[in-house]
C-alpha cells in the first residue's frame, strides 16, 4: 500500500468521525474528475452506472471488469474512493475475503459489501450467512494492514423484504458488531426511520442513499437526524442518461435539435481534462 492510498484512508476515516457530508457517485474518469473539481472530498463508485455505460445490467460486470474499473476511477483523482462491490463477487466467506483482498489493492480508501444475493429467490442471503461474509471482509482489511473503510449494507429495502426497516435495523447493528466501520440501509426515506438507524448503529456513522425516490430529502434534514453520509448510488448517471435519452429521442422522432442548447461547452469540458493539475486537492486549485 503506497502513500497515496494512506493518505486517502485517513481522510476517508475523518470525514466519518463528525459532521455530514455527501458521496456522489461518477461512472467514469471524467466524472470523477469532475466532482472533485466541484470541491466534494471523497467519491464513491456505482456499479450500476458503470455497468449502463458498458451497455450491462447492474450486476452483470464481471470482477475483474469491476476491479479495473475501480482502478480507473482511483487513479483519476487524489480524492478518497469508496467501492461498490455488489455482494463481494461471491457467496462464501472465503470468495468475499480473496475478492475484498483485491478490491484493497486497488487503491480504495473504502468498500461496500451488500446481503442481497443478486437473485430474486432469496433476496438476501440469511443472516449467519451474512455475518460470516461480513466477518470474511473485515478480516482480509485487517490482515492486508490498510484500515479500508468497511460499509455493511443491508438492501431489504431495495429487495422487496417484507419488512424492510425492521430487517435493515436488526441487520445493520449486527453487521456494525461484525466489524463495518459504516452501515447503510439503502431505500430507506422516512426520516423517522432514518433517525431511528441512526441511533441503533450509533456511535458508527450512517450512510443513507438519495435518488430519486426520496429526492425531495435536504441534506440539512438528514444530517439534522444524525446521517454522517449521503450517497447518490446511479442517481447522476440516471439524470446523464435522461438527458442524453430526450436529445436523442427528439432527433429521432422529430427531428430536431434544440435540446443540444442546453450542453455544457466544448472549451470547458476540454480545458477540464487538459488540465495536468486534475489530480490534485481541489481546494488547491484557483
Known amino acids: 500500500m503506497n502513500s497515496s492510498q494512506q493518505s486517502a484512508i485517513a481522510n476517508f476515516h475523518r470525514l466519518h468521525a463528525e459532521?455530514?457530508?455527501?458521496?456522489?457517485?461518477?461512472?467514469?474518469?471524467?466524472?470523477?474528475?469532475?466532482?472533485?473539481?466541484?470541491?466534494?472530498?471523497?467519491?464513491?463508485?456505482?456499479?450500476?452506472?458503470?455497468?449502463?455505460?458498458?451497455?450491462?445490467?447492474?450486476?452483470?460486470?464481471?470482477?475483474?471488469?469491476?476491479?479495473?474499473?475501480?482502478?480507473?476511477?482511483?487513479?483519476?483523482?487524489?480524492?478518497?474512493?469508496?467501492?461498490?462491490?455488489?455482494?463481494?463477487?461471491?457467496?462464501?466467506?472465503?470468495?468475499?475475503?480473496?475478492?475484498?483482498?483485491?478490491?484493497?489493492?486497488?487503491?480504495?480508501?473504502?468498500?461496500?459489501?451488500?446481503?442481497?444475493?443478486?437473485?430474486?429467490?432469496?433476496?438476501?442471503?440469511?443472516?449467519?450467512?451474512?455475518?460470516?461474509?461480513?466477518?470474511?471482509?473485515?478480516?482480509?482489511?485487517?490482515d492486508s494492514g490498510s484500515k479500508v473503510l468497511l460499509t455493511g449494507r443491508c438492501e431489504a429495502f431495495l429487495v422487496g423484504s417484507p419488512e424492510p426497516f425492521r430487517t435493515s435495523l436488526a441487520r445493520l447493528v449486527a453487521y456494525s458488531e461484525a466489524g463495518a466501520d459504516c452501515l447503510y440501509a439503502p431505500g430507506v426515506s422516512d426520516p423517522a426511520e432514518i433517525a431511528a438507524l441512526v441511533k441503533a448503529v450509533a456511535p458508527k456513522p450512517l450512510n443513507v442513499l438519495v435518488s430519486a425516490f426520496n429526492a425531495q430529502l435536504s441534506m440539512s434534514t438528514l444530517a439534522a437526524v444524525g446521517v454522517r453520509r449521503i450517497s447518490i448510488g446511479s442517481g447522476l448517471a440516471m439524470v446523464a442518461w435522461a438527458a442524453f435519452a430526450r436529445a436523442a429521442r427528439d432527433m429521432a422522432l422529430n427531428g430536431r435539435f434544440e435540446t443540444l442548447a442546453d450542453a455544457l461547452t466544448f472549451s470547458e469540458l476540454n480545458q477540464l481534462f487538459s488540465s495536468p493539475s486534475r489530480s490534485t486537492n481541489p481546494a488547491d486549485q484557483s
Request: proline share 4%; net charge negative.
Open 19 to 142: 459532521g455530514c457530508f455527501v458521496l456522489p457517485n461518477p461512472w467514469d474518469e471524467g466524472t470523477a474528475i469532475y466532482l472533485q473539481r466541484l470541491g466534494f472530498q471523497a467519491l464513491a463508485t456505482t456499479s450500476a452506472g458503470y455497468a449502463f455505460s458498458c451497455g450491462k445490467s447492474d450486476g452483470a460486470v464481471s470482477r475483474d471488469e469491476m476491479l479495473e474499473h475501480i482502478r480507473k476511477v482511483v487513479s483519476a483523482t487524489a480524492l478518497p474512493v469508496n467501492a461498490d462491490f455488489l455482494n463481494g463477487f461471491g457467496d462464501a466467506p472465503d470468495e468475499v475475503a480473496a475478492n475484498v483482498a483485491l478490491c484493497v489493492k486497488t487503491g480504495v480508501a473504502g468498500l461496500s459489501i451488500e446481503d442481497s444475493t443478486g437473485t430474486n429467490d432469496p433476496g438476501l442471503y440469511d443472516e449467519t450467512l451474512s455475518l460470516a461474509r461480513l466477518r470474511a471482509a473485515r478480516k482480509a482489511i485487517d
